[in-house]
């Protein structure tokens, strides 16, 4: 009988773990990379016959959450606990055998994702979704246990369009009121924003496609106009003896969505389509 050391590995799911294992080696060390590619083996002999909603082998998912993490140079033990985040909650693997295996820190990441994913969310009051947030927080002991799960959700929400609508606008909702603000408290700005693009996209599907013809149309040919702008501001700086940089950036659809509904009301009044951010060394 094949162990998950030595059973053969499907061509596409090769291709998959050979991917995150190249990425690993930019800032890992052999051994840590190998731990790794054991964590994968025992996850995909786990979840063996088992798809998600796309048709695709579930093992899929696992090792695209440790793809997030490894994109964020997160430690090897971060990346092994989203191999195996699942396996606890779904399939006969007990946390012992998983700390037997790769030790009691991987463990406890693995067993502490799958404590959050039991908890449910179903209010939608914003004091409600408040005290989750802070309940979620309180409850781990490790932080990357949120991050697990945070790179989790942000998989999900990536891959949310082959749910049914009823399932996509619960889950959107739940992003947005829950796993967006807790990234954006973490400092994980990139997966906040795209935790927001995703969620508004798939709650308010129409609000999402309007707005971003109106940004758009209001972004324009602007590339010449804002350079000027940010040398104007650099000139007249520099005028004054002020050392300063200046970053411009054009706002996300969801932060402009938010605006407009708390306090514009309308899309043809929004105007500030984009910032600049003029950083000085002391004020």
Same mark, same amino acid.
């Given at each position: ?8 590995? #499907? &061509? ?6 050979? &991917? ?8 890992? &060390? $052999?051994?840590?990379?190998? *731990? ?7 996850? /995909? ?30 430690? #090897?033990? %971060? ?11 779904? !399939? ?7 700390? !037997?295996?790769?030790? *009691? *820190? ?16 179903? %209010?939608?009051?914003?004091?409600? /979704? ?18 697990? $799960? ?14 049914? /609508? ?8 739940? !992003? ?40 758009? $149309? ?9 350079? $000027?702008?940010? +040398? ?15 970053? %411009? ?5 969801? %932060? ?9 009301? +309308? ?14 060394? +002391?004020?």
């Amino acid at each position: 009988m094949a162990t998950p050391l030595t059973r053969p590995v #499907p &061509d596409a799911q090769r291709f998959l773990i050979s &991917d995150l294992c190249d990425l690993l080696e930019g800032y890992l &060390d $052999k051994e840590q990379v190998c *731990e790794v590619y054991r964590a994968y083996l025992l996850s /995909a002999e786990a979840h063996e016959g088992q798809h998600r909603k796309s048709g695709e082998p579930y093992i899929y998912h696992p090792v695209a959450v440790a793809r997030i993490l490894a994109e964020m140079h997160m430690d #090897p033990q %971060s990346i092994i606990a989203a191999i195996l985040h699942d396996v606890i909650e779904d !399939t006969g693997i007990a946390k012992e055998r998983i700390e !037997t295996e790769f030790g *009691e *820190e991987v463990a406890e990441l693995v067993d502490g994702v799958s404590k959050l994913t039991q908890i449910k969310f179903e %209010s939608q009051a914003e004091a409600q /979704a408040e005290n989750f947030r802070k309940m979620m927080l309180a409850m781990v002991r490790d932080i990357r246990v949120i991050l697990v $799960k945070l790179a989790d959700r942000l998989h999900n929400m990536r891959t949310l369009g082959v749910m049914r /609508a009823e399932k996509r606008r619960r889950i959107a909702r739940e !992003t947005l009121e829950i796993y967006a603000p807790i990234a954006n408290r973490l400092g994980m700005n990139q997966i906040r924003l795209e935790l927001e693009e995703l969620g508004m996209a798939a709650l308010y599907p129409m609000r999402y496609r309007v707005l971003s013809e109106v940004v758009k $149309k209001a972004r324009g040919n602007r590339k010449e106009l804002l350079n $000027k702008i940010e +040398s104007a501001i650099q000139q007249r700086l520099g005028e004054e003896q002020i050392q300063c940089r200046i970053q %411009s950036r054009e706002k996300h659809i969801y %932060s402009l969505y938010k605006k407009i509904r708390d306090r514009v009301g +309308s899309f043809t009044e929004v105007f500030d389509v984009y910032a600049f951010r003029i950083l000085v060394d +002391s004020v």
